[in-house]
């Protein structure tokens, strides 16, 4: 099978790791990509997206079965192409971010769709299928919590609270997750630090995470973080608010906890430091591994293909 991969994130962890696990299947994947630069400050321009389909319209022109369109702004362009069928993959602030229009409005024309939680499958209204990306447990695995502080010089006889993203994007909620340890430090008698991942490789997230006492997440929009799966893959604790397909992915998972108030986030989190343990994540985590999604996202490919041969033959 031939996959034509539309994406305004190719760097993307999940991204890439989504197509490697279909290529290990024997699919094979050609990416293109949305011209221009991301940053902190500012996305993509409409002229980059204008650029984007001439590069598409061209490239559907070869020998691929179907298009699959990753993120809901590529969708557009995934629809205008005139031969394939179209397989569509929201992320989640594509669907409940200030352009979710772009990709409720595309879904309906898609042959089919991937959502990454029940709670996104709600908030899109339609028939769906319901994958989230999966983790690469040879790489987010449990080490030695000492050897991972001394490799990146943290005080061990600290606690360390890992906000797993930059300070400046502003959906990810910093200032709400400094309150929360500003707050705790008078419940511990440890000193605690907040710890943030600022231009950290993916590569290098399970040394954070297993330096880490808590996994601490404050967004105001998730759609299936992996960073919570990778802390289960890990044993981190995760406190988090109730976003996305958290409280479903930290079901039956100790010590964690999913809250709703800062006053919840305060107790689950000086609950988690004093406890002083890791958690039971990664036998938890072991169904959304990469061969699971890897599968799933086969399937629908197929069903999809299936159809496209069916429709063909009665004409």
Same mark, same amino acid.
């Given at each position: 099978?031939?996959?034509?991969?539309?994406? @305004?994130?190719?760097?993307?962890?999940?991204?890439?790791?989504?197509?490697?696990?279909?290529? %290990?299947?024997?699919?094979?994947?050609?990416?293109?990509?949305?011209?221009?630069?991301?940053?902190?400050?500012?996305?993509? @321009?409409?002229?980059? #997206?204008?650029?984007?389909?001439?590069?598409?319209?061209?490239?559907?022109?070869?020998?691929?079965?179907?298009?699959? =369109?990753?993120?809901?702004?590529?969708?557009?362009?995934?629809?205008?192409?005139?031969?394939?069928?179209?397989?569509?993959?929201?992320?989640?602030?594509?669907?409940?971010?200030?352009?979710?229009?772009? +990709?409720?409005?595309? /879904?309906?024309?898609?042959?089919?769709?991937?959502?990454?939680?029940?709670?996104?499958?709600?908030?899109?209204?339609?028939?769906?299928?319901?994958? $989230? *990306?999966?983790?690469?447990?040879?790489?987010?695995? $449990?080490? +030695?919590?000492?050897?991972?502080?001394?490799?990146?010089?943290?005080?061990?006889?600290?606690? *360390?609270?890992?906000? $797993?993203?930059?300070?400046?994007?502003?959906?990810?909620? #910093?200032?709400?997750?400094?309150?929360?340890?500003?707050?705790?430090?008078?419940?511990?008698? %440890?000193?605690?630090?907040?710890?943030?991942?600022?231009?950290?490789? *993916?590569?290098?997230?399970?040394?954070?995470?297993? =330096?880490?006492?808590?996994?601490?997440?404050? @967004?105001?929009?998730?759609? +299936?973080?992996?960073?919570?799966?990778?802390?289960?893959?890990?044993?981190?604790?995760?406190? @988090?608010?109730?976003?996305?397909?958290?409280?479903?992915?930290?079901?039956?998972?100790?010590?964690?906890?999913?809250?709703?108030?800062?006053? %919840?986030?305060?107790?689950?989190?000086?609950?988690?430091?004093?406890?002083?343990?890791?958690?039971?994540?990664?036998?938890? =985590?072991?169904?959304?591994?990469?061969?699971?999604?890897?599968?799933?996202?086969?399937?629908?490919?197929?069903?999809?293909?299936?159809?496209? /041969?069916?429709?063909?033959?009665?004409?």
């Amino acid at each position: 099978m031939n996959v034509l991969n539309l994406t @305004s994130k190719a760097n993307s962890p999940p991204f890439e790791l989504q197509v490697q696990a279909l290529e %290990e299947r024997g699919i094979d994947c050609t990416t293109v990509s949305v011209p221009g630069m991301v940053t902190a400050e500012s996305g993509r @321009s409409v002229l980059d #997206y204008v650029r984007f389909y001439p590069t598409v319209l061209t490239e559907s022109l070869g020998s691929y079965d179907l298009v699959h =369109a990753n993120y809901g702004l590529t969708a557009p362009f995934a629809l205008a192409q005139p031969r394939l069928p179209v397989v569509l993959s929201l992320w989640g602030t594509d669907l409940d971010g200030e352009l979710g229009w772009v +990709s409720k409005r595309c /879904a309906p024309y898609c042959d089919a769709t991937i959502v990454m939680s029940e709670q996104m499958k709600r908030e899109l209204g339609q028939d769906c299928h319901v994958i $989230p *990306h999966g983790v690469d447990f040879d790489i987010f695995e $449990p080490m +030695s919590q000492s050897d991972a502080i001394d490799r990146l010089g943290w005080d061990p006889d600290a606690n *360390h609270v890992l906000f $797993p993203y930059k300070k400046e994007r502003t959906v990810k909620n #910093y200032p709400r997750a400094a309150r929360i340890v500003d707050a705790v430090r008078d419940d511990v008698s %440890e000193p605690v630090y907040l710890q943030t991942a600022r231009e950290v490789p *993916h590569a290098e997230m399970p040394t954070y995470m297993n =330096a880490a006492d808590c996994l601490l997440l404050t @967004s105001d929009r998730e759609g +299936s973080p992996n960073v919570v799966k990778e802390a289960m893959a890990c044993n981190l604790p995760v406190v @988090s608010v109730d976003v996305g397909d958290v409280r479903e992915r930290l079901e039956g998972v100790t010590p964690s906890s999913v809250c709703r108030t800062d006053a %919840e986030l305060r107790r689950a989190l000086a609950t988690v430091l004093t406890s002083e343990t890791r958690s039971n994540g990664r036998e938890q =985590a072991e169904k959304i591994n990469m061969e699971w999604m890897a599968a799933r996202i086969h399937d629908v490919y197929r069903d999809v293909v299936d159809h496209q /041969a069916d429709a063909d033959g009665a004409l």
